[in-house]
């Protein structure tokens, strides 16, 4: 069940493009066929760009290593954690939406229900510089960091997802201690890390009406300042950062023959999107520190950014503010 909500939802999330006012030109109806596919080709492009920054959060998350503040200390020191990152995000009810085959209509607006979106990732730090020494502390320590995100294929319920370059994706990033922790000095940090997903092929049936969506990738690349101290057995962290979502795709839809009024089936042409959207990122961690084990919950939200669609959602709207929550276990030394 829940490999299949996670398929559901990369299907009407990995990618989107912010549009001048006239978002129909992505779909021209300049012919006879083009008009009775232009609703089905201008729905999808909507609801890609309504939920491409709810899976770049999902994606991206918040620290880079849940818990870490500052740098590692140099060769000989690594962490390796698992961690789910959940966006509270919301997803439009295409069930409820009919397509017209008489041109692109954008009301009634897309219902849409709370939805918590997850995303499942594994990280891994090793250290590379100490740091120079600075009285009880060390400045300037490297790591390197390294992410992976899997995403299997799937074939059933009219959806089909295939990843033709493999299912597993590493990202790769790296931090700079401003200072290690130590007992009395918190450690501080910058970080950079792009995590990225596996290229996607989707089809998707709705009755007679089918979607394609081809080539389809999704890149974050991510920076962060954080700050973090442990304090005996619980450990605190906080921090911000930005965010850029990169996506693109090919996408294409068949629109059956109807008889109220009759028209005869119609297919669009390809249409080709990408996106850059930047936004805000701030966060806290809370960490119970167990020896080697460390056990952490993140709460964080992200804002910022310009989305355009020809249609309207109820509720929140694509570029709107949204709450994302992480939790996770990492082992360290």
């Given at each position: 069940?829940?490999?299949?909500l ?5 299907a009407?999330t ?13 779909c021209?109806?300049?012919?006879s ?5 232009q ?8 609801l890609?760009?309504y ?9 991206a998350g ?8 500052g740098?590692?200390g ?6 390796v954690?698992?961690r ?31 939805q ?13 510089f ?17 992410s ?17 370059d493999?299912?597993?994706k590493?990202?790769y ?16 940090s910058v970080s950079?890390l792009?995590r990225?997903l596996?290229?996607v ?8 009406d ?5 080539n389809l990738?999704?890149?974050t690349?991510?920076w ?8 005996l057995f619980?450990g605190?962290?906080?921090?911000f ?11 294409g839809?068949h629109v059956?023959?109807?008889t109220l009024?009759?028209?005869p ?23 119970m ?30 570029a ?14």
């Amino acid at each position: 069940m829940k490999a299949r909500l996670f398929v559901l939802f990369a299907a009407t999330t990995l990618t989107g493009t912010s549009l001048s006012a006239q978002d129909t030109a992505l779909c021209p109806a300049t012919t006879s066929a083009q008009r009775i596919s232009q609703d089905a080709c201008q729905k999808a492009v909507d609801l890609f760009k309504y939920m491409a920054p709810q899976l770049g959060t999902a994606i991206a998350g918040g620290n880079a290593t849940l818990g870490q503040g500052g740098s590692l200390g140099g060769l000989g020191h690594f962490t390796v954690g698992l961690r789910i990152n959940a966006v509270q995000g919301s997803l439009p009810q295409i069930q409820n939406t009919s397509v017209s085959a008489n041109g692109a209509q954008n009301t009634p607006p897309f219902d849409t229900k709370t939805q918590i979106i997850p995303m499942p990732t594994a990280d891994l730090a090793i250290g590379i510089f100490k740091g120079l020494p600075l009285a009880i502390t060390n400045v300037g320590g490297i790591d390197l960091l390294v992410s992976a995100a899997y995403l299997p294929e799937f074939d059933g319920s009219g959806v089909s997802v295939k990843v033709p370059d493999g299912s597993l994706k590493l990202g790769y990033g790296a931090r700079v201690g401003i200072l290690q922790e130590s007992l009395l000095v918190p450690g501080i940090s910058v970080s950079y890390l792009q995590r990225d997903l596996p290229t996607v092929n989707i089809a998707g049936a709705n009755g007679n009406d089918s979607l394609y969506v081809d080539n389809l990738s999704l890149k974050t690349k991510a920076w962060r300042v954080v700050a973090s101290k442990s304090l005996l057995f619980i450990g605190l962290a906080a921090g911000f950062g930005q965010d850029k979502y990169e996506s693109s795709t090919d996408i294409g839809a068949h629109v059956a023959a109807r008889t109220l009024p009759p028209t005869p089936a119609a297919n669009t042409v390809p249409v080709s999107m990408s996106q850059d959207i930047t936004r805000t990122n701030v966060f806290a961690n809370l960490s119970m520190n167990l020896l080697l084990l460390k056990l952490t919950g993140e709460i964080g939200q992200v804002s910022g950014g310009t989305i355009n669609t020809f249609n309207t959602f109820s509720g929140k709207q694509a570029a709107d503010s949204r709450i994302y929550g992480s939790v996770g276990a990492r082992f360290g030394f």
